[in-house]
């Protein structure tokens, strides 16, 4: 658990965003501090996605506000993400016919951080560099995504859907070393997840979303004692409950 000051530098307040017009998320707010993660979890459909877009200025907004490192987020995704604000997509956005040492020069910005930094956080790369990265395991493709994200310094690192596609093994590993980088690099993590026990094992508050809405808030540590309540959030059985 982090004890870095009680200063947000990512705050998402009371925002309703969605598609065409029609709400995907009511409502939502959130703040996460240097050094923390937020798990945000919940079914396909909740508005998980929705959320973390909007966080980076992906989807405008209907109504409400996002701020990141003192300033109001807008729909220039370039812009915000040279401020430090890192968005690790679903699909990885990784380059399936370069090697991983060519992916990660590309993704080097002048003023990031250096290769030999992230090799440092995932050896399994150094030791994969010359291979082509459409031949590597759903896990290291993982791995090569976040070793990007890291190259552009983040403040704040979002990141979609971690696990997916991926063995118990290869989250296993993946999900504490996110938890040391964090705490490492004083970054605030917003982490989409389906594994809801293994997001709580390294998160520091969670969410719970369904339908868009939230269902439940609370300090990971609390919520991993209320197992049943947090699946009847997941599921839909209760309202909106806060920790107690």
Do not use: W
């Not at 200063?7 to 309703?16: G, K």
């Not at 370039?78 to 370069?98: C, K, M, Q, S």
Request: aromatic fraction near 2%; glycine fraction near 10%; proline fraction near 4%.
């Amino acid at each position: 658990m982090t004890t870095t000051p009680d200063t947000s530098v990512l705050s998402i307040d009371d925002i309703t965003v969605g598609y065409g017009g029609v709400p995907a998320v009511r409502n939502f707010s959130a703040s996460v501090r240097a050094g923390e993660i937020l798990a945000l979890l919940g079914p396909n459909g909740a508005g998980k996605t929705t959320t973390l877009l909007a966080a980076v200025g992906a989807l405008p907004l209907m109504s409400g506000t996002v701020t990141a490192l003192g300033e109001p987020i807008d729909g220039r995704v370039e812009r915000n993400a040279r401020r430090g604000i890192t968005l690790v997509p679903d699909n990885r956005g990784v380059f399936h016919r370069l090697s991983v040492a060519d992916n990660l020069r590309l993704a080097k910005r002048k003023g990031g951080g250096s290769i030999d930094s992230v090799y440092d956080h995932f050896p399994r790369l150094r030791d994969l560099r010359s291979r082509r990265c459409g031949n590597l395991s759903g896990g290291e493709q993982q791995m090569l995504a976040l070793a990007k994200a890291l190259l552009t310094r983040p403040s704040v690192l979002l990141i979609d859907e971690l696990s997916l596609g991926l063995s118990p093994i290869a989250v296993q590993d993946l999900l504490p070393r996110l938890r040391a980088i964090a705490d490492d690099q004083q970054m605030a993590v917003v982490l989409v997840e389906q594994h809801i026990d293994l997001a709580l094992g390294i998160a520091d508050t969670a969410i719970v979303l369904h339908h868009g809405r939230v269902a439940l808030t609370g300090s990971a540590r609390e919520l991993r004692d209320r197992r049943d309540t947090v699946e009847d959030a997941y599921f839909g059985r209760i309202g909106h409950l806060s920790e107690s």
